[in-house]
């Protein structure tokens, strides 16, 4: 069993690993089209927990949700030129957490999806900081087992842009990603919101939500979330 166990995270870790060599379009469940028009449940959340949240507004790019509440634990800072890179090295510690490494020795169940704050850095090959964080299952969220290097984050309700993306993130195509999300939004209300939040907060910049197993390789659902005060909306 234990021969087993290693050689699944060996697979795993190769497969972190190699996912930023990949055709952002492999075998997506979204196409480019399909990424313009509508955004869709990722069919991860039918068999594990994901946030629930509320759609408030829906646009051709974009969806803004309300999350009411949220706990997610998270990595400390994680300084690397690569999201790839950066999300394999915070997912180990997290995946470690859940199975047990905590101050309570308490198994966790596996949510969706893992997310990436990303603050990026100034030059295109320069060191961005990352933070990485697993939901925590309602069940656990009273009082999630604390463990060495990793935090708490209680989101109160929060506001997100998202747009939605297929196939393997990568270091390039994320970019592009956050981009159009931007270029949708312009001239909007969310816009403007959004970047009075991040004057507010210069060390944030934007999210990714990865809701898949590297072991599949369809229908799989990244998002980019861009993150906002609604109080800021009633302000523009």
Not at 111 to 132: K, L, N, R
């Amino acid at each position: 069993m234990a021969a087993l166990k290693l050689m699944h995270l060996t697979l795993l870790l190769n497969l972190l690993s190699n996912t930023n060599n990949n055709d952002n379009k492999l075998g997506g469940l979204l196409s480019s089209n399909d990424q313009e028009k509508v955004q869709v449940l990722p069919p991860t959340c039918a068999r594990i927990e994901c946030p629930p949240y509320d759609v408030i507004h829906h646009t051709n790019g974009f969806e803004i949700r309300r999350y009411n509440s949220s706990v997610w634990m998270s990595t400390s800072h994680i300084i690397d030129i690569s999201i790839v890179d950066a999300t394999r090295t915070g997912f180990l510690q997290l995946f470690g957490y859940i199975q047990g490494k905590n101050e309570y020795n308490k198994k966790i169940e596996m949510t969706a999806p893992v997310m990436t704050q990303v603050s990026p850095s100034d030059g295109p090959f320069c060191e961005s900081s990352f933070v990485v964080s697993f939901y925590v299952p309602k069940e656990n969220q009273a009082d999630p087992p604390p463990a060495e290097g990793l935090h708490v984050q209680r989101w109160e309700t929060t506001y997100i842009a998202v747009r939605q993306f297929g196939g393997f993130v990568s270091d390039y195509g994320v970019g592009e990603e956050a981009a159009a999300l931007q270029a949708s939004l312009a001239g909007s209300k969310w816009a403007a919101a959004i970047e009075k939040s991040r004057r507010d907060d210069p060390s944030s910049s934007y999210i990714v939500a990865q809701y898949n197993s590297p072991f599949e390789f369809e229908n799989r659902v990244n998002e980019i979330w861009l993150t906002f005060d609604l109080k800021d909306v009633a302000d523009v």
